[in-house]
């Protein structure tokens, strides 16, 4: 699995992240650099290609989720350790041994308290709550107020916003630095979200398969035999569930083989062919794509609806987004001397991957892809096929068409078709 993520953060950190990440052979990392915390939403937008973001401060983070976006957002946490390394190295600045400290409600006092009270340290601490996060004000009064006091003379907090309020404020304050393992979890932690969301779940299909006329009686029975045995062996061949019933309809049931052979096959597909010969007349089959059985369900009877517009046989698939996707089986007309001409002018592709791009076009029967698509045709990496992407964008090759529901928690993928 490859997976593209955006890390957002300063210059320093972000550059720590990327050589960690080296270590992730899945992991193809794409900076984006942070000036203030402020930009953070902001740059998390020019970010949707991205699988998943790390943010290495809270603070960036927090500003993009305000904008409820349904990328995988994560960030780079404190713990104890952080904690302690940074008043046992930085505290050597301070001449009283006083120091103030902020830090994440969920690290613990207790955790690091008996540590510090082994050195010659002495330090006043705030934690904050996620939930009062945005309070930043409390946290510089807090600092402010004891410097003024001359209760300390060094402050060590854990968030950016605050450090760079008191840094302007020319107080001694010092930003507590992410050690190299809780970037290396963090990135764990993406590689395993990604994973789990990829295999916890997906999308099913219903198939309703019907014939558009009625038969003799004398033949009804060995008609529907001959296609019963049919249908149920595709059926066990794709891991699908045949369910037939009394009104000439077979009702198929599956997951992602038998959507995998569905999208293989939108130009031609045998399936259709060999059930018209054996039943000896026209035949409806429509596909539903779904979240859950109710909703593919509720999308086969809308592409059942496109498949009776017509006595001859006929198939038709309404996704996820209730695009309706056909005729199945039926060659689209496609003119590839003037799309490898588009492709090499217009687009500035070279030869092999414009006669690859057209190899694709035609397989797929012009029927709306996504660059995930494209990746798993060419057998290259995501990022590479999203390149491509904009190239095909830029020379009006190809246009946007819709977007892909998310299977879960995630962005959902743009679809493309051809600017014809």
């Not at 970010?47 to 998943?52: G, V």
Request: with cysteine; charged share 25%.
């Amino acid at each position: 699995m490859n997976i593209t993520l955006g890390v957002l953060g300063e210059k320093t950190i972000v550059q720590r992240v990327q050589e960690i990440a080296e270590q992730f052979p899945s992991i193809d990392v794409l900076p984006f650099v942070l000036s203030e915390s402020c930009n953070a939403a902001v740059r998390a937008e020019g970010a949707m290609m991205c699988d998943a973001l790390l943010f290495t401060d809270y603070s960036a983070y927090s500003e993009a989720l305000k904008q409820k976006r349904q990328q995988i957002m994560l960030y780079i946490a404190y713990d104890e350790y952080s904690i302690l390394s940074s008043i046992l190295r930085i505290g050597q600045l301070s001449k009283k041994k006083c120091i103030s400290i902020d830090y994440p409600e969920d690290i613990k006092h207790i955790d690091f308290k008996d540590d510090i009270a082994m050195t010659e340290y002495d330090f006043i601490s705030a934690s904050y709550t996620k939930q009062s996060y945005f309070n930043v004000q409390m946290l510089i009064d807090f600092h402010k107020d004891l410097f003024l006091q001359k209760k300390i003379d060094l402050i060590l907090t854990s968030r950016r916003d605050v450090y760079n309020r008191l840094f302007q404020e020319a107080l001694p304050v010092h930003y507590i630095p992410i050690p190299d393992k809780r970037i290396y979890q963090a990135l764990e932690k993406v590689v395993q979200t990604l994973e789990v969301q990829k295999h916890s779940t997906g999308l099913v299909v219903t198939g309703i398969l019907f014939l558009k006329e009625s038969l003799p009686i004398h033949m009804h029975h060995q008609i529907h035999t001959e296609v019963r045995k049919y249908v149920s062996t595709f059926c066990q061949k794709y891991e699908a569930i045949l369910l037939p019933n009394k009104d000439n309809h077979y009702f198929i049931i599956g997951t992602s083989k038998l959507i995998k052979v569905i999208k293989e096959n939108y130009r031609d597909f045998p399936f259709i062919e060999e059930v018209e010969k054996l039943a000896g007349c026209s035949i409806g089959l429509a596909f539903g794509l779904g979240l859950n059985p109710l909703s593919s369900q509720k999308n086969a009877f809308m592409a059942l609806e496109a498949c009776r517009s017509d006595r001859h046989s006929l198939s038709y698939l309404v996704n996820e987004c209730q695009e309706i996707i056909g005729p199945i089986g039926q060659r689209k007309h496609i003119d590839t001397n003037k799309l490898f001409h588009e492709l090499v002018h217009q687009a500035r592709l070279n030869n092999e991957l414009s006669y690859l791009f057209i190899q694709f076009i035609v397989e797929r029967n012009n029927e709306p892809f996504s660059s995930n698509d494209i990746a798993m045709f060419y057998q290259v990496s995501k990022r590479s096929a999203e390149r491509t992407v904009k190239k095909l964008l830029s020379g009006e090759i190809i246009k946007i068409s819709g977007k892909e529901s998310p299977y879960s928690k995630g962005r959902p993928r743009k679809l493309f078709s051809l600017n014809q």
